[in-house]
């Protein structure tokens, strides 16, 4: 099955810095990589996510990158403010009947003011 | 977007007993995913529960110790059965999108067991 890994567990960056997490993912099949927050206590909620035949996605201060052949995206978070501290999640899942994702451990990013 | 409700949101239970937990969504969906997420942990699929059929588990997780109950299309229920204390954790209830993939969560249920 699909192993996906994620670093760092945990970061600290100043207010105003960019903060990188990575992620590799091992079934090649994988096609759909999304990006989840989850602040203190509440529900994991998606971010931004992109598809195996996108290199690269911007949202406002959220970028996100894939290299399918290297296995690997990264999400990249510019211009950090305080309300960007919480646990961050990449996952990834491939096509099916059903789509079973396969989450990272989690970083812990803290923005310190 | 989905709106799933969740109950309970906490419970402590004693050793040995079960607890079931309810999601509700407000809309018809396919298929239901439960997850579990230890403390400071990652997220793991338990199970998915489509409408009709018998749940899919994934590999470590048995029907006897998480039966799920999938009675319609907007309702799912998860049973956490003779529970122990590394039973302790917050099992979420999701559904899909199915047009972008994005998965919506539950608030959670937090089950501490003594």
């Known amino acids: 099955g699909e192993n996906v890994e994620q670093h760092p567990s945990t970061l600290s960056v100043q207010e105003g810095d960019s903060a990188v997490i990575k992620c590799t993912y091992s079934d090649s099949a994988s096609n759909y990589f999304p990006w989840y927050k989850q602040e203190l206590g509440k529900r994991p909620q998606l971010i931004i996510d992109?598809?195996?035949?996108?290199g690269e996605k911007k949202d406002q201060r959220i970028a996100v990158t894939l290299n399918k052949t290297a296995k690997h995206f990264s999400l990249h978070i510019t211009e950090t403010q305080p309300e960007d501290s919480a646990v961050y999640f990449c996952?990834?899942?491939?096509?099916?009947?059903?789509?079973?994702?396969?989450f990272g451990i989690g970083t812990k990013l803290q923005v310190i003011p | 977007s989905a709106v799933i409700s969740q109950k309970p949101s906490r419970d402590i239970c004693q050793r040995g007993t079960s607890l079931t937990i309810q999601c509700q969504v407000d809309s018809q969906v396919t298929m239901m995913f439960w997850y579990r997420q230890q403390p400071g942990q990652s997220l793991t699929l338990i199970a998915t529960?489509?409408?009709?059929?018998?749940?899919?588990?994934e590999s470590g997780f048995v029907i006897d110790k998480f039966p799920i109950s999938r009675p319609n299309l907007t309702f799912s229920t998860l049973t956490v059965s003779n529970m122990s204390p590394e039973d302790s954790s917050i099992y979420l209830c999701s559904v899909e999108n199915g047009l972008d993939r994005e998965l919506f969560f539950g608030e959670g249920s937090r089950l501490t067991v003594l």
């Open positions: 992109i598809r195996s035949n996108v």
């Open positions: 529960a489509n409408q009709g059929s018998e749940a899919t588990y």
């Open positions: 996952a990834a899942s491939s096509p099916g009947g059903y789509q079973k994702v396969t």
